[in-house]
Protein backbone atom coordinates (compact mmCIF):
# COMPACT_ATOMS: atom_id res chain seq x y z
CA UNK A 1 0.00 0.00 0.00
CA UNK A 2 0.94 3.81 -0.34
CA UNK A 3 2.70 5.73 2.35
CA UNK A 4 4.03 9.13 3.14
CA UNK A 5 6.69 9.58 5.88
CA UNK A 6 7.67 12.94 6.56
CA UNK A 7 10.77 13.06 8.80
CA UNK A 8 10.67 15.85 11.63
CA UNK A 9 6.99 16.57 13.22
CA UNK A 10 8.24 20.06 13.73
CA UNK A 11 11.17 22.16 12.13
CA UNK A 12 12.69 25.45 13.26
CA UNK A 13 14.58 27.94 10.93
CA UNK A 14 15.91 31.34 11.28
CA UNK A 15 14.20 34.00 9.05
CA UNK A 16 16.38 34.26 5.88
CA UNK A 17 17.66 30.56 6.39
CA UNK A 18 17.34 27.80 4.19
CA UNK A 19 14.34 25.22 4.62
CA UNK A 20 14.13 21.87 4.16
CA UNK A 21 10.68 19.54 4.69
CA UNK A 22 11.69 15.93 4.09
CA UNK A 23 8.61 13.54 2.81
CA UNK A 24 9.88 9.93 1.35
CA UNK A 25 6.53 7.86 -0.03
CA UNK A 26 5.90 4.29 -0.54
CA UNK A 27 4.61 3.16 -3.92
CA UNK A 28 4.66 -0.04 -6.42
CA UNK A 29 3.19 2.80 -9.49
CA UNK A 30 4.81 5.76 -10.32
CA UNK A 31 3.44 8.28 -7.82
CA UNK A 32 2.10 11.39 -8.24
CA UNK A 33 2.91 14.18 -5.46
CA UNK A 34 1.81 16.62 -3.88
CA UNK A 35 3.09 19.52 -0.86
CA UNK A 36 0.25 21.54 0.90
CA UNK A 37 0.30 24.28 3.69
CA UNK A 38 -2.14 24.84 6.62
CA UNK A 39 -2.31 27.90 8.12
CA UNK A 40 -3.82 27.68 11.91
CA UNK A 41 -7.61 27.52 11.22
CA UNK A 42 -7.25 27.10 7.55
CA UNK A 43 -7.97 24.81 4.97
CA UNK A 44 -5.28 23.13 2.84
CA UNK A 45 -3.22 25.03 0.19
CA UNK A 46 -1.49 23.12 -2.87
CA UNK A 47 1.76 24.57 -2.96
CA UNK A 48 3.26 22.52 -5.80
CA UNK A 49 2.79 18.83 -7.37
CA UNK A 50 4.89 16.23 -9.47
CA UNK A 51 2.94 14.52 -11.65
CA UNK A 52 5.54 13.28 -14.98
CA UNK A 53 7.71 15.38 -16.95
CA UNK A 54 10.40 17.39 -14.72
CA UNK A 55 11.22 16.12 -11.58
CA UNK A 56 12.23 19.37 -10.04
CA UNK A 57 9.33 21.10 -9.77
CA UNK A 58 8.87 24.85 -8.89
CA UNK A 59 5.71 26.10 -6.85
CA UNK A 60 3.90 29.23 -5.26
CA UNK A 61 5.61 31.71 -2.14
CA UNK A 62 9.10 30.68 -3.58
CA UNK A 63 9.02 26.79 -2.50
CA UNK A 64 10.07 23.76 -5.00
CA UNK A 65 10.35 20.42 -4.85
CA UNK A 66 12.13 17.62 -6.06
CA UNK A 67 11.45 14.26 -6.94
CA UNK A 68 13.75 11.55 -6.87
CA UNK A 69 12.76 8.07 -7.44
CA UNK A 70 16.16 6.78 -6.33
CA UNK A 71 15.72 7.78 -3.26
CA UNK A 72 11.80 7.56 -3.28
CA UNK A 73 12.00 11.17 -1.56
CA UNK A 74 10.35 14.73 -2.49
CA UNK A 75 11.79 16.98 -0.75
CA UNK A 76 10.21 20.62 -0.06
CA UNK A 77 12.71 23.24 0.13
CA UNK A 78 12.70 27.14 -0.17
CA UNK A 79 16.20 29.14 -0.26
CA UNK A 80 15.03 31.49 2.25
CA UNK A 81 12.30 31.84 5.22
CA UNK A 82 9.95 34.43 5.59
CA UNK A 83 8.14 34.87 8.77
CA UNK A 84 4.89 34.14 6.84
CA UNK A 85 6.35 30.77 5.83
CA UNK A 86 5.09 29.31 9.64
CA UNK A 87 2.47 27.39 9.12
CA UNK A 88 2.20 23.27 8.93
CA UNK A 89 3.63 21.63 5.40
CA UNK A 90 2.10 18.41 4.46
CA UNK A 91 3.18 15.80 1.43
CA UNK A 92 0.95 13.61 -0.14
CA UNK A 93 0.43 10.83 -2.56
CA UNK A 94 -2.52 10.06 -4.56
CA UNK A 95 -3.62 5.82 -4.00
CA UNK A 96 -3.43 5.10 -7.62
CA UNK A 97 -2.29 1.13 -6.48
CA UNK A 98 -5.71 0.59 -5.49
CA UNK A 99 -7.51 1.98 -8.52
CA UNK A 100 -8.61 4.63 -5.84
CA UNK A 101 -6.71 7.07 -7.22
CA UNK A 102 -8.96 9.93 -6.71
CA UNK A 103 -7.75 10.21 -3.18
CA UNK A 104 -4.64 11.39 -0.94
CA UNK A 105 -2.68 10.23 1.17
CA UNK A 106 -0.91 12.13 3.53
CA UNK A 107 1.89 12.08 5.72
CA UNK A 108 1.51 13.39 9.67
CA UNK A 109 2.61 16.78 8.65
CA UNK A 110 5.45 19.50 9.84
CA UNK A 111 5.02 22.37 11.60
CA UNK A 112 7.18 25.17 10.50
CA UNK A 113 8.23 27.68 12.86
CA UNK A 114 9.96 30.87 11.44
CA UNK A 115 12.34 33.16 14.48
CA UNK A 116 13.50 36.50 13.73
CA UNK B 1 -15.33 32.31 -8.20
CA UNK B 2 -15.85 31.29 -4.34
CA UNK B 3 -13.43 28.64 -3.12
CA UNK B 4 -15.09 25.80 -1.13
CA UNK B 5 -17.13 26.68 1.38
CA UNK B 6 -18.17 24.60 4.50
CA UNK B 7 -20.59 25.05 7.18
CA UNK B 8 -20.44 25.25 10.61
CA UNK B 9 -17.17 26.40 10.65
CA UNK B 10 -17.10 25.00 14.15
CA UNK B 11 -19.90 22.61 15.43
CA UNK B 12 -20.11 21.37 19.52
CA UNK B 13 -22.66 18.29 20.30
CA UNK B 14 -23.25 16.51 23.10
CA UNK B 15 -22.72 12.91 23.03
CA UNK B 16 -25.64 10.93 21.01
CA UNK B 17 -26.31 13.83 19.47
CA UNK B 18 -26.58 13.91 15.62
CA UNK B 19 -23.66 16.24 14.05
CA UNK B 20 -24.21 17.37 9.87
CA UNK B 21 -21.50 19.22 8.14
CA UNK B 22 -21.99 20.93 5.00
CA UNK B 23 -19.92 21.62 2.01
CA UNK B 24 -20.44 23.48 -1.40
CA UNK B 25 -17.95 22.49 -3.92
CA UNK B 26 -16.64 25.47 -5.96
CA UNK B 27 -18.45 26.39 -9.15
CA UNK B 28 -18.12 23.96 -11.97
CA UNK B 29 -16.96 21.01 -9.71
CA UNK B 30 -18.67 17.91 -9.20
CA UNK B 31 -16.38 15.99 -7.29
CA UNK B 32 -16.42 15.86 -3.96
CA UNK B 33 -13.69 14.27 -1.32
CA UNK B 34 -14.17 14.44 2.62
CA UNK B 35 -11.39 13.94 5.12
CA UNK B 36 -10.81 13.71 8.84
CA UNK B 37 -8.42 15.06 10.44
CA UNK B 38 -7.58 14.46 14.23
CA UNK B 39 -5.95 16.54 16.45
CA UNK B 40 -1.80 16.41 15.58
CA UNK B 41 -2.14 14.03 12.77
CA UNK B 42 -2.16 14.58 9.36
CA UNK B 43 -5.57 14.25 6.94
CA UNK B 44 -7.24 10.84 6.42
CA UNK B 45 -9.56 10.01 3.42
CA UNK B 46 -12.92 9.20 4.20
CA UNK B 47 -15.50 9.36 1.00
CA UNK B 48 -15.46 10.58 -2.54
CA UNK B 49 -18.16 11.25 -3.92
CA UNK B 50 -19.41 12.76 -7.29
CA UNK B 51 -23.29 14.33 -8.01
CA UNK B 52 -25.49 11.58 -6.48
CA UNK B 53 -23.23 8.92 -6.31
CA UNK B 54 -20.68 7.56 -4.01
CA UNK B 55 -17.65 6.12 -5.36
CA UNK B 56 -14.90 5.45 -2.70
CA UNK B 57 -16.40 4.68 0.64
CA UNK B 58 -13.42 3.18 2.00
CA UNK B 59 -12.54 5.33 4.49
CA UNK B 60 -15.63 5.62 6.17
CA UNK B 61 -16.04 4.40 9.69
CA UNK B 62 -19.25 1.19 8.78
CA UNK B 63 -21.22 2.93 11.48
CA UNK B 64 -22.98 6.03 12.38
CA UNK B 65 -21.46 7.96 9.03
CA UNK B 66 -23.13 8.53 6.45
CA UNK B 67 -22.55 11.35 3.14
CA UNK B 68 -24.63 12.40 0.40
CA UNK B 69 -23.83 14.72 -2.72
CA UNK B 70 -27.39 15.06 -4.16
CA UNK B 71 -28.38 16.68 -7.49
CA UNK B 72 -29.09 19.88 -6.19
CA UNK B 73 -27.22 21.50 -2.64
CA UNK B 74 -24.57 20.92 -0.75
CA UNK B 75 -22.85 17.51 -0.01
CA UNK B 76 -23.55 16.92 3.64
CA UNK B 77 -21.67 14.35 5.91
CA UNK B 78 -23.77 13.10 8.80
CA UNK B 79 -22.36 11.78 11.80
CA UNK B 80 -25.39 9.75 14.12
CA UNK B 81 -25.15 9.25 17.95
CA UNK B 82 -21.64 11.16 18.42
CA UNK B 83 -18.74 10.05 20.43
CA UNK B 84 -15.88 11.58 22.21
CA UNK B 85 -13.69 10.41 19.49
CA UNK B 86 -15.43 12.10 16.64
CA UNK B 87 -13.58 15.28 17.89
CA UNK B 88 -11.98 16.55 14.77
CA UNK B 89 -11.44 18.78 11.82
CA UNK B 90 -13.40 17.51 8.86
CA UNK B 91 -12.34 19.19 5.45
CA UNK B 92 -13.83 18.54 2.34
CA UNK B 93 -12.37 18.98 -1.09
CA UNK B 94 -13.40 19.48 -4.56
CA UNK B 95 -12.17 18.79 -7.92
CA UNK B 96 -12.88 19.92 -11.48
CA UNK B 97 -12.49 15.67 -13.02
CA UNK B 98 -11.40 12.76 -11.92
CA UNK B 99 -8.02 11.60 -11.96
CA UNK B 100 -4.90 11.99 -9.52
CA UNK B 101 -3.24 14.52 -10.84
CA UNK B 102 -6.13 16.80 -10.18
CA UNK B 103 -5.80 19.29 -7.85
CA UNK B 104 -7.56 18.78 -4.84
CA UNK B 105 -9.52 22.64 -3.57
CA UNK B 106 -9.58 22.42 0.09
CA UNK B 107 -12.25 24.01 2.37
CA UNK B 108 -11.70 26.02 5.35
CA UNK B 109 -12.93 22.99 7.88
CA UNK B 110 -15.30 22.37 10.19
CA UNK B 111 -14.21 21.61 13.71
CA UNK B 112 -16.36 19.28 15.44
CA UNK B 113 -16.26 19.13 19.51
CA UNK B 114 -17.97 16.03 21.22
CA UNK B 115 -18.39 16.75 24.67
Known amino acids: AQSVTQLGSHVSVSEGALVLLRCNYSSSVPPYLFWYVQYPNQGLQLLLKYTTGATLVKGINGFEAEFKKSETSFHLTKPSAHMSDAAEYFCAVSDRESGGYNKLIFGAGTRLAVHP | NAGVMQNPRHLVRRRGQEARLRCSPMKGHSHVYWYRQLPEEGLKFMVYLQKENIIDESGMPKERFSAEFPKEGPSILRIQQVVRGDSAAYFC?????????????FGPGTRLTVL
Open chain 2, 93 to 105: ASSPASGGDNEQF
